[in-house]
């Protein structure tokens, strides 16, 4: 149980463009769900924190228009790029947590590497 | 403020050979804490997880990691260590009622042959 799903698991585009990445929770239901962005060798950056039918929560420094989130469902958060460029690329990761997660458990899905050209 | 410290970038051990990944925090009240593994172009693998109980944990693959208050740290260890475990470890904290965790900067743990 408690498998989340990235789609898709990697990306080229070109600079300018937008990109959609999909997180879902494919056995539960993700009342919380977490966008983290990730540079190579270097720890998680949580980027925002997704409530189902709320607005997302970004962290600071993070823009909420550049990088557009929705959890319009209790199984599926959007994490979209807009008009992307070279220093976007990077590998993003999502995470979900359940409505009866009593421990703080996150469950990660296996990232999504974008590359802008 | 809650943090992490993983105060090695790399760990190398020789197949077989014992390994310990060390890890640090800080954090107002009891912690929970948890390690994650993550392949390369992969997401992060829960290992295990501190919450209370026993401060000895034990989790996938053969790893454990022994939770000790005083020193504030959560090593995670293995007996004997194999080939396959070579891989970016991250160590994480959170407390009851904050559910948004802190990692720390992670671990390259190469075994070699």
């Known amino acids: 149980g408690a498998v989340v799903s990235q789609h898709p698991s990697w990306v080229i585009c070109k600079s300018g463009t937008s990109v959609k990445i999909e997180c879902r929770s494919l056995?539960?239901?993700?009342?919380?769900m977490f966008w983290y962005r990730q540079f190579p060798k270097q720890s998680l950056m949580l980027m925002a924190t997704s409530n189902e039918g709320s607005k997302a929560t970004y962290e600071q420094g993070v823009e909420k228009d550049k990088f557009l989130i929705n959890h319009a469902s209790l199984t599926l958060s959007t994490l979209t790029v807009t008009s992307a460029h070279p220093e976007d690329s990077s590998f993003y990761i999502c995470s979900a947590r359940g409505r009866l997660e009593v421990h703080n458990e996150q469950f990660f899905g296996p990232g999504t590497r974008l590359t802008v050209l | 403020a809650q943090s992490v410290a993983q105060p090695e970038d790399q760990v190398n051990v020789a197949e077989g050979n014992p390994l310990t990944v060390k890890c640090t925090y800080s954090v107002s009240g009891n912690p929970y804490l948890f390690w994650y593994v993550q392949y390369p172009n992969r997401g992060l693998q829960f290992l295990l997880k501190y919450i209370t109980g026993d401060n000895l944990v034990k989790g996938s693959y053969g790893f454990e990691a022994e939770f000790n208050k005083s020193q504030t740290s959560f090593h995670l260890k293995k007996p004997s260590a194999l080939v396959s475990d070579s891989a970016l470890y991250f160590c994480?904290?959170?407390?009851?009622?904050?559910?948004?965790?802190?990692f720390g900067r992670g671990t390259s743990l190469i075994v070699h042959p």
């Open positions: 056995d539960f239901q993700a009342t919380t």
């Open positions: 994480a904290v959170t407390k009851k009622g904050s559910y948004i965790p802190t």
